[in-house]
């Protein structure tokens, strides 16, 4: 790479600022695992076990250096094996164990047999315990007047290896709790931060996939704070919008169609999704002497028409309606019943109510004769309810 590329490199580096969402993941992390490396500095050094047996081999060299000088004097060497043993003996640990620290000693060469103090060995405890158990230190050999001086010494590690495997296990605990702990942490952070939003995002686009006619309430879902993932969510809350406007109620199985994730969908926009008849019932409505109307108010006539146009609205909606176009001075309106599934099961299910009445009740036949004596007559509309 020349300088050029690498200053047009470093300039779309520079143009690129990184999101509010990865500031505040970054900045997080950064801060907990901080935290937590400073915890660990801290308690790994007490929950790592350090042996106070390392004394052993210095001991047992300064005795090797007293045998050397005591030669034959066996009340000399005696006396310092006792004291040998005597400070071997704070180490024996837990006194419940009843098992000495040191449990074999040997003086190279063999001299004051009378004296079995010098020499001996716990035999009870070394047939009982494992070799990992057992500390053997043995002196290199000086050869005196054709005598080889050596001091070999044999030591009970068990309540070592039992404060070892303690410290190692909580040392583990640790460790894995710090492990779950940050695992939590992340995993919590993540899901406020970007999958909840997602998540958010998700449901309204099935919300609208089921039903796109339904105004629904967005405000209920959960914020996802003052992050890109919530202006993004803001967008598809007003696109959703955008699409009912723009399809209406014809179009709602369009968007349901396209807006669907369950069952794999393309990004293309397939608008040539196949019919079903719907059965509706239409109304139209206009206003008498439109023309006398405008002569009379000239420019007032806009706010005489959007009048009625709000109280023509606002009651089809009330009963359940909907107005589907304007033409100037005239409304068409329609209520919706339903495609012919919907029609079958309500036809299916008023032949089982007269099928179990028996016959018409007398209100029906009024109804039905009514009904045909009025179906070319006018409506009045001063008779409906808030009109």
Request: proline share 3%; aromatic share 8%.
């Amino acid at each position: 790479m020349n300088h050029d590329e690498v200053e047009e490199y470093l300039e779309k580096s520079n143009a690129q600022k990184q999101s509010k969402v990865g500031a505040e993941l970054s900045d997080i992390i950064t801060r907990r695992v901080i935290v937590v490396v400073l915890l660990m500095l801290c308690v790994v050094p007490l929950l790592t076990y350090t042996s106070p047996y390392d004394s052993e081999m210095k001991a047992t060299e300064f005795l090797h250096a007293v045998n050397i000088q005591a030669g034959y004097d066996c009340n000399y060497l005696e006396r310092s094996a006792e004291k040998f043993k005597s400070f071997m003996e704070q180490f024996s640990g837990d006194a419940n164990l009843n098992v000495p620290f040191l449990v074999a000693l040997d003086f190279s060469p063999s001299r004051c047999k009378t004296r079995s103090e010098i020499n001996f060995a716990n035999v009870d405890v070394l047939s009982e315990m494992r070799d990992e158990a057992l500390k053997i230190i043995a002196t290199d050999p000086v050869n005196i007047g054709g005598e080889g001086f050596s001091i070999v010494a044999t030591f009970n590690l068990t309540q070592y290896m039992k404060d070892q495997s303690q410290a190692s296990i909580h040392l583990l605990v640790f460790v894995l709790f710090m492990l779950v702990l940050l695992s939590t942490q992340f995993t919590g952070d993540a899901q406020r931060l970007v999958l909840a939003p997602i998540e958010n995002m998700m449901a309204i686009v099935n919300m609208v996939a089921e039903d796109p006619l339904e105004d629904f309430d967005f405000k209920a879902l959960p914020k996802s704070g003052d992050y890109e993932t919530h202006v993004v969510q803001i967008a598809i809350e007003k696109i959703t919008a955008l699409l009912r406007v723009g399809f209406g109620v014809a179009g709602a199985e369009i968007i349901s169609s396209n807006m669907a994730v369950e069952g794999g969908g393309t990004a293309v926009l397939n608008p040539m999704i196949p019919g079903k008849r719907v059965y509706s019932l239409f109304g139209f409505c206009d206003i008498l002497s439109f023309d006398k109307c405008t002569e009379k108010l000239e420019d007032e006539i806009m706010t005489f028409v959007n009048n009625i146009a709000r109280i023509v609205h606002g009651e089809v909606t009330r009963w359940g309606g909907t107005c589907n176009k304007n033409l100037g001075n005239a409304f068409l309106m329609v209520w919706r019943i339903g495609d012919e599934k919907a029609l079958s099961e309500f036809n299916r299910g008023g032949m089982r109510r007269r099928a179990s009445s028996g016959s018409f009740s007398g209100h029906e036949a009024m109804i039905t004769k009514n009904a045909k004596v009025s179906r070319r007559s006018e409506i009045d509309l001063n008779r409906i309810p808030g009109m």
